[in-house]
């Protein structure tokens, strides 16, 4: 397959001087459930640390408590939930609202899986204006709905590790998944008409059309939590206004030049999702002075 190979890493423009937490993107997470309070925190925390100027977290209800309690400055939303704490398909409501109050909206860190899930995710592909970023459980619930490319009309990041992308890939592929990432990471690309950012080390982005190859990050990074940290940073990126191919390379380039911040600090063995959030701010400030 060939695309044009991207080298540069896009920026973000400098802020105006009269500019307000209105200018720079109001961005909503939809995240979490009883046991996984801490990816929607992770998710959020890192949209903040990440330029959006307004960031909302919506959750199940009964995860609500811990979310808030976790970062100030975030706000939240209750989501209906499910027996097991999980956000309830009669969600779709009040995440529709959200949607079209937003710049940007991302699904999936510690949603889990469900029916009910899997009709939420389904319901937001088809929504058009929408800039959407699909991670974690948001792919698990995706990769059973086989008929979503010929339906989706949303702008769609996809952010799948290996593991979510062999589901996501079983779904709509008859053959096996391609051993070379760029290659898979493109088909999936042209197949879907997203942006994929396939993750792992030399996370490949791409729109089918375009490939950048990240050269950031560390083997320390491969730790709970961390590619919710990586769902944040580039919903805020998009929030911003950087279209979904830039907001992902940018956001992937940053992701990894934080976690090497990060590890050089506290080591790779040590380093935590929240060591790369808290890195964050240094890998936006050098990467002004070296992109
Ligand atoms: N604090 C929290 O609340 C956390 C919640 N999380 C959420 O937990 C849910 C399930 O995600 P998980 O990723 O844990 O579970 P999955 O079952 O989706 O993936 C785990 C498996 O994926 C494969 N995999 C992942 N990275 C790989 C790589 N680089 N190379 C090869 N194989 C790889 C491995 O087989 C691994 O066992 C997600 O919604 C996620 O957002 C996790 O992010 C962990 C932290
Ligand atoms: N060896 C590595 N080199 C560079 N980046 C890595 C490496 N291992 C993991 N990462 C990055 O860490 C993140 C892990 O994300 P993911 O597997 O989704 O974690 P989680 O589900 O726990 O949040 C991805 O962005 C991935 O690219």
Known sequence: MRMDIV???????????????????????????????????????????????LVRVATARSALPTVAALEPCYTTIALPEDSAGRISGKAIGVILDAASQNDALAIGPGLGTSAGLRSVVGT???????????????????????????????????????????????????????????????????????????????????????????????????????????????????GQGLACFEATVLGVYIHGAAGDIAADACGQISLTATDIIEALPEAFRKSHKRI
């Open 7 to 53: 080298r540069e890493v896009p920026r973000l423009k400098p802020r105006p001087a009269d500019g307000h937490k209105g200018t720079f993107g109001k961005v909503c997470i939809v995240a979490g459930s009883v046991g996984m309070a801490g990816a929607a925190a992770l998710a959020g925390r890192a949209a903040l640390r990440s330029g959006a100027g």
């Open 124 to 238: 937001l592909v088809q929504q058009d204006g929408l800039r959407l970023v699909i991670d974690g459980d948001g792919l698990n619930n995706l990769s059973r709905l086989p008929d979503w490319p010929g339906k989706h009309r949303a702008e769609v990041v996809l952010t799948p590790h290996p593991g979510e992308m062999k589901r996501l890939w079983s779904g709509l592929f008859r053959e096996a998944l391609p051993s070379d990432r760029q290659e898979a990471a493109g088909r999936m690309a042209q197949a879907t008409g997203s942006v994929v950012a396939f993750k792992g080390a030399g996370t490949v982005v791409t729109d089918g059309r375009r490939a950048y190859v990240n050269s950031t990050g560390n083997p320390g990074m491969g730790t709970a939590g961390s590619g919710d940290v990586l769902t944040g940073i580039i919903t805020a990126l998009m």
